[in-house]
DNA sequence: GTTAACCACGCAAGCGTTTGCGTAATTGGC
DNA sequence: GCCAATTACGCAAACGCTTGCGTGGTTAAC
C-alpha cells in the first residue's frame, strides 16, 4: 500500500495527461522552448496558471545536482557585526536567486564540523564561513574541497594556503587608530588584542608596531595582551596593563564589546574615561553612539559590505568566472571613526 | 554527450557494483535493516568509510517529500532582537537535525511574497515567521496554508484566524511598565506606539489603559500616538506630545531604540533625562546597559526563547503531535527589567 | 516429513524534472 | 519535384535513493 504523499501539489505529468501531450512537451513550454508551438504553449502556460502549478525545486535540484542555496557558517549569530554581515549576505543572495542556509558554531569547532558536514550533505553549491575563534583543525574545509564546493572565508580567516578571502585591512585601520593616539599624545598605548591564531591579531598587532615604528618609538611587548574575548579575559587583561610601571593612558581593544567591558573595568578603579584612560576599538558598533562612554575611536570593517562582497565573490565563482586554482582575497580598506 | 556531473562523490550505486550486491541491500545495510546478515552490513559499512561515501540528501529529499529545512523570514536579520531569535531557532532547530533557511523582507511586503514563494517552491518543511510591518495582505501565508505547509508566527502577529503563535503577554507588561511610572508619581504618561494594524501595538494600548484603569484614572487618547518607528517618525511624535496642554512626564516607547530616538530628541530639547522626562520601553536591548541614557526600565521580550518556543511548537507540529485544526498560541509572559 | 517461520538478499517501481535524440509534417529554395 | 532546413512534438533515460514484494535457502516445531 503506497503511501500517498502526493499534498495535492499538481506536477508537470498532470498537465500532460489533462492536455493529452507528452511531459516533454509540458516542461519545455513552461520554459519557453523554441520548438513548442504558440499554441501549445498557450494551453499549457494557462492550464498551470489555473491549477497553481509549481515547479517542485527538491527535484530539479536532485536532477541538475545544483541547489542554488549557500551555506553561511558563523560563530554568534545575534552578534551585531555577524548579523550585518548575514544581512548583507542575504540581501545580494536573493537578487541573484541563491537562498541562504544558516548555521553557527557558538565558537565550538566540534559543532563547527557538523555544521560544515550538514552542508555538504545538503549539498550547498558553496559556502561564507568565519570560523571560530577556537578552531585549530582544518579537515572539515579540506573535506569540502574535495567536495568541490568552494568556500570563501570571511573576517575571521585561517591561516591556510590557497583559500578565497574576504577580509579588512585591520593593519592600516591599526595604524590610523595610533597614530590617532599618538598624536593626541599618548606615549604609552596598551593593546588588548584577541586570541593568537587568528590572522586578524595578527594584523591588528603588526599595525600597532608599524604605527610606533612609524613614530621612530621603540616596542614594548608587555604592551600588547591577548585575550580571549570574555568579559573575564578582558578584565585579567586591563588588570596586567593597568600594573605594568609606564603608565598606560590609552587602550586599543579588539572590538567595540571588548571596549565596553575595559570600560567597566576601568570605571570600577576609579579611572576617569577620555581622561586617565582612552579608548579606541573596532567593529564601529551603531550602539556604541548611544553608549555612555563610547571609545574615542572605532575602526569601522563594513561588515554588511563584507557580507556583500563575500557573497558575489562565490557567485562568481560559481559561475565559473575563474580558474578553479585562482584564489582570490579581497581586503578591504578599514577606516577609523572618531566618536568626539 | 553526457554531461558528467558526478563530481566524483559515491554513490550507493557504486558501492553495490563494487561488492556485487544489489543497491537496495546497501540501502538497507547502511540504515542497519534487520533483514540483512551481519557480514554484508560489516563489509558494505566499510567501504562507504573507505570510499567516503555520503548520502546525496538532495536525492533523499526529492524522493521522500520531506527536507528537513524549516523556513525562516523576519523584517531585518540585523536588528538585535530578531538576531537573538534566530540563534534560538537555529540552535533549537540544529538539535532536532533540521536546518534553517533564512529570508528578510526589510518590510516591505512584496519582497515578503516572494520570498514565502520562494520557500514554499523550496519545499520547507513548515516557517517561522514575524510579519513586516506594513503588511496587510496575507494572501502569501493562506498558500502556504493550501499546499499544507505549516506556519508558526512569532512576536510580529498578523490578526487572522486560526494561526499558530508566539508571543510575549505585552499587556502585562505595560501593566507593569505604567505601574511602575505612576508609583514614581508619574500622572502623564505617554506613549509612543507602534503602527496600530500590529497587535504588539494593540497589547501595549490594552496594558496603557489598564494600568490607568486600576489606578483609576481617566484615559486621555492624545497621549497615545502611532509612530512609524523610524527616527523622523519617533520625532514627531515627541513633538506631539511635548506639545500637550498636560505636561508629559514619562514616555512609553514602543522598543529601546525608539527611546534611544526620543532620548536624542528630548535632549535637543534642552530637557533631562529622568527629571523632565523618563523613558520606559520595550526589547531591554543588552546595549542600553552600556547607555548614556537608558530607559529607566525595559520590557523583556525574551526573544532567544521566544526562537526556541517557536521552533519547538513549529517541530511537533511536524512530528503531527496535534490534530491539522489544532491551533496553538503560546504567549510568554513578559517581565520589567529597571535599569537604575 | 510437512508446514511455518525466519533469514538474506534481489527486482523494480517510483519520486518530478530535464534533455538528447528521433520522427513526422510542413516549408522554402532551386 | 527533390533535398534541406525548420517546426512541433514524443520517447526514454537519467539523477540517487527507498521500499513493497518476491524468492530461494535454512531452521524449528509438531
Given amino acids: 500500500m503506497r503511501k500517498v504523499v502526493s499534498s495535492g501539489q499538481p506536477t508537470i505529468k498532470e498537465i500532460a495527461k489533462r492536455l493529452n501531450i507528452s511531459v516533454s512537451t509540458v516542461s519545455r513550454a513552461l520554459h519557453d522552448h523554441h520548438s513548442i508551438g504558440l499554441r501549445t504553449k498557450a494551453r499549457v502556460q494557462q492550464l498551470a496558471a489555473e491549477l497553481g502549478y509549481e515547479r517542485n525545486q527538491t527535484a530539479i535540484f536532485f536532477q541538475q545536482g545544483k541547489t542554488f542555496t549557500i551555506g553561511i557558517l558563523l560563530p554568534e549569530l545575534s552578534e551585531a557585526f555577524f548579523s550585518s554581515a548575514i544581512s548583507g549576505i542575504e540581501d545580494t543572495a536573493y537578487s541573484n536567486n541563491y537562498t541562504v542556509l544558516l548555521g553557527q558554531s557558538h565558537d565550538d569547532e566540534a559543532r563547527e564540523k557538523q555544521i560544515i558536514q550538514s552542508m555538504k550533505q545538503h549539498r550547498v553549491d558553496g559556502c561564507i564561513v568565519s570560523i571560530g575563534k577556537n578552531t585549530r583543525n582544518y579537515e572539515h574545509f579540506e573535506m569540502l574541497r574535495q567536495a568541490k564546493i568552494p568556500v570563501v572565508f570571511f573576517d575571521r580567516i585561517p591561516d591556510l594556503p590557497n583559500i578565497h578571502s574576504v577580509s579588512c585591512n585591520l593593519e592600516s585601520g591599526t595604524v590610523q587608530a595610533v597614530d590617532f593616539l599618538l598624536k593626541k599624545g599618548h606615549r604609552v598605548i596598551g ?130 568566472d575563474h580558474d578553479f586554482n585562482d584564489y582570490q582575497q579581497l581586503i578591504m580598506e578599514s577606516q577609523l571613526v572618531l566618536h568626539t
Fill in 191 to 320: 593593546m588588548i588584542n584577541g586570541p593568537e591564531q587568528l590572522v586578524a591579531s595578527g594584523e591588528r598587532a603588526a599595525g600597532y608596531m608599524r604605527a610606533l615604528h612609524k613614530h621612530r618609538l621603540k616596542y614594548d611587548p608587555e604592551l600588547i595582551v591577548n585575550a580571549d574575548l570574555t568579559a573575564a579575559g578582558t578584565a585579567e587583561a586591563m588588570k596586567h596593563l593597568l600594573s605594568l610601571k609606564r603608565k598606560v593612558t590609552a587602550v586599543v581593544t579588539f572590538n567595540d564589546y571588548v571596549a565596553m567591558d575595559a570600560v567597566q573595568y576601568a570605571l570600577k578603579q576609579k579611572l576617569e574615561i577620555n581622561k586617565d584612560i582612552t579608548f579606541v576599538s573596532y567593529a564601529n558598533t551603531p550602539v556604541s553612539s548611544y553608549t555612555a562612554y563610547p571609545p574615542a575611536a572605532s575602526v569601522e570593517q563594513f561588515p554588511y559590505e563584507q557580507g556583500q562582497a563575500a557573497t558575489n565573490m562565490l557567485l562568481s565563482i560559481l559561475n565559473g
